[in-house]
């Protein structure tokens, strides 16, 4: 094949268009890609100027930039190439590059111009800028979100903070109020339960068996009105973080002994609370008011919510893994609906009358419990009374 003939397949089967032109501006030739872009048949172009081919002021422009490109060889697009618009037969436009090339043959000088069609790339590169535009205002749009959200959770905080200022400057006054009003009302009741004891012990010299009847009356509320006292006040130190476990050995059955001979002097007429210890081994190393303090509020409970009668068994043990205490009473027991609610403060069952109380005994025990690294859990039927047992680690 000849190189002129090869020539000749590579300008008719190129991708881009080539169009060859005299150094007047008149088509030489065009290529079928060229003629597919511009929409023109070979016939319609060859022979004419290449201005044809060109939107305004194009089209006015290019036979004044030929002439002076002769006389001053500064190309604007010769040698350079450069983006351009083309005109379509059917006067629609079209972005393409252009890169013209000079050619001399026989003395002559022609100009070839590649054309490549930039209408995907410029419609991608207009996509991608609406694109961009949009996650702009997206981004415009959120951030003013997230400011506004900012200036909501900055207001909100502040609110807070106010509010939890103002909830602990309560909780202070509270505290003291707590405090205060507990140790006004001890002296007035110390007062009170001695004068009554007194009074008692009087009655009885002279055998006025009414009068120590009353007497005991307030001698029984005097405690119970203490007890409440006493529970206030733990809480309060309980809640400020004033209470702390501190163990040190002591021998368990001892103590259960002694709180039971204590208890026994409230218990309700022929209530009898009997206390069995299972092991030997009865040293263990715990907090010994705290352990006190857990064993008085479940006997307290056994005592005032069983009746007259009924018999209250208080068990110890210390085995190599544990160290367990139970309370067992046959009293009204727990509704199943308010036993998740039991260790809660101020939390009492719906079955309990007119029976005085606060709700905070369980409450306490639980927190004393927690202290100690232990756990408390309880089994209780309005039918057969409750069970309560505190497990703690031997160690």
């Known amino acids: 094949m000849k190189n002129s003939e090869l020539l000749q397949d590579i300008v008719q089967n190129a991708i881009d268009g080539i169009i060859s032109i005299s150094d007047e501006g008149i088509v030489q030739s065009i290529n079928p890609s060229a003629c597919k872009l511009f929409a023109y048949l070979p016939e319609e172009v060859v ?7 060109m939107p305004m002021p ?4 290019h036979d004044h930039y030929l002439r002076r490109y002769h006389v001053t060889h500064k190309p604007r697009i010769i040698g350079i190439g450069r983006e351009v618009t083309g005109l379509r037969r059917n006067g629609t436009t079209f972005p393409m590059r252009l890169g013209v090339s000079e050619v001399k043959y026989n003395e002559e000088t022609f100009y070839v111009g590649f054309i490549h069609d930039l209408t995907q790339q410029k419609e991608a590169e207009e996509r991608l800028k609406d694109y961009t535009l949009h996650l702009e205002e997206l981004v415009e749009v959120r951030t003013q979100s997230l400011n506004e959200t900012i200036l909501a959770l900055e207001s909100a905080k502040e609110q807070i903070s106010n509010s939890l200022e103002s909830e602990k400057e309560l909780n202070q006054l509270k505290s003291r109020f707590i405090s205060m009003a507990s140790h006004e009302f001890r002296t007035p009741l110390s007062t009170i339960q001695l004068s009554a004891s007194l009074i008692d012990k009087y009655a009885e010299s002279a055998g006025m068996i009414e009068i120590s009847k009353h007497v005991n009356k307030i001698k029984g509320s005097v405690t119970g009105l203490t007890a409440i006292l006493n529970n206030f006040l733990q809480i309060e130190k309980l809640d400020s ?35 069995k210890n299972l092991t030997d081994t009865n ?3 715990l907090d010994k008011n705290l352990i006190k303090n857990c064993i008085i509020n479940l006997l307290t409970n056994a005592i005032k919510y069983s009746g007259e009668g009924d018999n209250i068994e208080f068990t110890t043990e210390v ?4 160290c367990i205490i139970s309370v067992k009473d046959k009293g009204i027991g727990i509704p199943l609906e308010d036993q998740k609610y039991l260790f809660g403060p101020f939390f009492r069952a719906h079955n309990t009358g007119n029976i005085l109380g606060t709700g905070l005994g369980l409450n306490i025990v639980a927190r004393h419990v927690e202290l100690m690294g232990g756990k408390v859990t309880f089994e209780s039927s309005t039918d057969s009374g409750s069970l309560f047992t505190l497990t703690f680690p031997a160690a």
């Open 241 to 275: 973080g004033k209470v702390e476990a501190n163990s040190s050995d002591f021998d368990l059955k001892e103590l259960a002994t002694e709180i039971t001979e204590e208890m026994q002097s409230l218990a309700k007429a022929n209530q009898k609370i009997n206390y």
């Open 47 to 53: 022979g004419n100027n290449i201005s044809m081919l």
């Open 319 to 322: 085995n190599s893994q544990n």
């Open 58 to 61: 194009d089209k006015l422009q």
């Open 283 to 285: 040293t263990i190393k």
